[in-house]
């Protein structure tokens, strides 16, 4: 069994907010296009084309319809992966090593190599958060992008995970939660940013920001001056011919 560090240097995670995903999927593409072509074994697919098929992501949207107690339903967009929690089942059930939780960022990584597909870890995680690859025959799981955010050949913009760099409505945020001073902690602090099924306690570093009260709709209806005809009467050969018909 592998052991979890007491403490860690820092504790890089995600910021999610989840009023403004638009889920688009956008984070699910690019985070299976960069891993796939450059980190550990390529994502599988199975019968992509097929009826029956399947595939191994590291991140997924789920969309749910959410009734508040007041106003109207809410339609929210769930990204998911790993959260890299502080107190991981999944490093402490892993037999062989594989699964280990690095003391100098907090990252929970999967060492492929030593790692047998015996899927204990999935069964301890309760986010679901790792998908055994079919073709390959290990777990995968997010990594926050090592390969990306230590890379000093990129420029400093980039040096973050794929799904934050590719995020179009600016949802997903990284940076370290253990700094009460960084950019992410603040955003948690401001927003009232949470746990994800804290009863389990894992202490998952990731934090989830709600989604915001939303205004009643409008009573009008937004695209009916748009609707209206341009012209009340038709015009030219338009008007001419329709005054003719009215005579046959």
Not at 103 to 127: F, T
Not at 203 to 227: H, I, T, W
Request: charged share 25%.
């Amino acid at each position: 069994m592998t052991t979890l560090p007491t403490s860690t240097q820092k504790k890089l995670g995600l910021v999610i907010d989840l009023d403004t995903c638009v889920g688009c999927h956008a984070c699910v593409i690019s985070c299976k296009g960069w891993n796939t072509e450059n980190y550990g074994a390529p994502l599988s697919d199975q019968n992509a084309y097929g009826g029956d098929n399947s595939g191994t992501f590291l991140n997924r949207v789920h969309s749910y319809e959410v009734q508040p107690e007041q106003g109207e339903a809410q339609l929210i967009h769930f990204p998911k992966s790993c959260l890299h929690c502080e107190d991981a089942p999944c490093v402490t059930v892993c037999p062989t090593g594989a699964s280990y939780k690095r003391v100098e960022d907090g990252i929970v990584l999967v060492n492929e190599s030593d790692c047998i597909g015996c899927g204990l870890c999935a069964w301890a995680c309760p986010y679901g958060a790792r998908e055994l690859d079919q073709a390959e025959g290990v777990m995968k799981k997010c990594t926050l992008c090592v390969d990306r955010i230590y890379n000093e050949n990129l420029p400093e913009e980039d040096r973050q995970p794929a799904c934050v760099r590719t995020c179009p409505s600016n949802a997903r945020h990284f940076g370290d939660l253990g700094d009460p001073d960084s950019d992410v902690s603040k955003l948690v602090a401001e927003r009232g940013g949470m746990d994800l099924m804290p009863e389990q306690g894992t202490k998952p570093v990731n934090q989830y920001l709600p989604p915001r009260p939303k205004d009643a709709l409008p009573e009008f209806d937004v695209l009916a001056p748009f609707l209206e005809p341009v012209a009340q009467e038709p015009k030219g050969f338009l008007g001419w011919l329709d005054k003719t018909l009215e005579k046959l």
